[in-house]
């Protein structure tokens, strides 16, 4: 495969474009403001980061059109091709845990509240999001309020203050943001949103900062997309190296 090939959403299958058309459709502002007052609690569950891994292990990602492996080889790929580039060890941990947020699954939250690539809520949907016009049947798209570029947000008002759908990024964002640095934190908590870093769609709510952020996650979705057709990673062998690394970051157990 080369790197054209990845994110084909033309050629995708049935599965993600019934995903997009759901998760178009039923992401509203309201909706990711409860669900993330919701989760922002912490208090859905107790555990550490490597339980995590290994409970997301049976998941697949209905919305990725690149990849059948599963999350734990997931993020080991990923993990593994920001460690051979020698980068430092946050950077290598960013890559293990990014895709965490995904045990939201397990929580019983559905596959379009927890993957896909994210948008902002609370202003127009830019044609830069993939499958555009399954929003004409999300209710925001027929409110004035929500209907102009910046719609209710100031321009400039920055990244972290508007309300993006909600999803795996932002929760991991929010169980994470006590022990990563703020790079790290970009990287988790932008890394789903594609019309934000790899378009130039919502310039006008970008802040001091943001355009910094972005290259960060930029940094390191070449390690999110690239490393899916390498070969599956050896999960016992690589378990001491991980946990080790965890545990310079991350305390035993954490609130989830
Ligand atoms: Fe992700
Ligand atoms: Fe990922």
């Given at each position: 495969?080369?790197?054209?090939?990845?994110?084909?959403?033309?050629?995708?299958?049935?599965?993600?474009?019934?995903?997009?058309?759901?998760?178009?459709?039923?992401?509203?502002?309201?909706?990711?403001?409860?669900?993330?007052?919701?989760?922002?609690?912490?208090?859905?569950?107790?555990?550490?980061?490597?339980?995590?891994?290994?409970?997301?292990?049976?998941?697949?990602?209905?919305?990725?059109?690149?990849?059948?492996?599963?999350?734990?080889?997931?993020?080991?790929?990923?993990?593994?091709?920001?460690?051979?580039?020698?980068?430092?060890?946050?950077?290598?941990?960013?890559?293990?845990?990014?895709?965490?947020?995904?045990?939201?699954?397990?929580f019983g939250e559905p596959q379009w509240a927890v993957t896909g690539d994210t948008f902002v809520l609370g202003c127009a949907f830019p044609d830069a999001i993939v499958y555009p016009e399954y929003f004409a049947a999300n209710p925001d798209a027929a409110d004035a309020r929500y209907n102009t570029p910046v719609g209710i947000y100031e321009p400039g008002c920055g990244l972290d203050n508007v309300t993006l759908s909600w999803g795996h990024d932002e929760y991991m964002?929010?169980?994470?943001?006590?022990?990563?640095?703020?790079?790290?934190?970009?990287?988790?908590?932008?890394?789903?949103?594609?019309?934000?870093?790899?378009?130039?769609?919502?310039?006008?709510?970008?802040?001091?900062g943001d355009e910094e952020r972005l290259q960060w996650v930029r940094r390191f979705n070449r390690y999110d997309l690239y490393t899916k057709h390498d070969s599956p990673p050896d999960i016992d062998a690589l378990r001491p190296f991980y946990q080790d690394l965890i545990g310079s970051y991350f305390p035993a157990e954490i609130a989830w």
């Open positions: 495969m080369i790197d054209d090939d990845y994110r084909d959403y033309d050629r995708a299958d049935a599965h993600v474009r019934r995903f997009y058309r759901l998760n178009h459709e039923r992401q509203t502002l309201d909706f990711a403001r409860e669900r993330r007052r919701h989760y922002a609690a912490l208090n859905t569950a107790r555990m550490g980061i490597w339980e995590a891994c290994e409970t997301l292990d049976t998941l697949v990602d209905d919305s990725d059109p690149d990849t059948g492996l599963s999350q734990i080889e997931h993020c080991l790929q990923t993990a593994e091709g920001i460690r051979r580039d020698g980068h430092p060890d946050w950077f290598v941990l960013t890559g293990l845990v990014h895709d965490l947020g995904k045990i939201l699954c397990a964002y929010l169980v994470a943001r006590d022990y990563l640095p703020e790079p790290a934190l970009a990287m988790i908590r932008y890394h789903s949103f594609y019309p934000g870093h790899s378009t130039d769609a919502y310039r006008e709510l970008l802040g001091p």
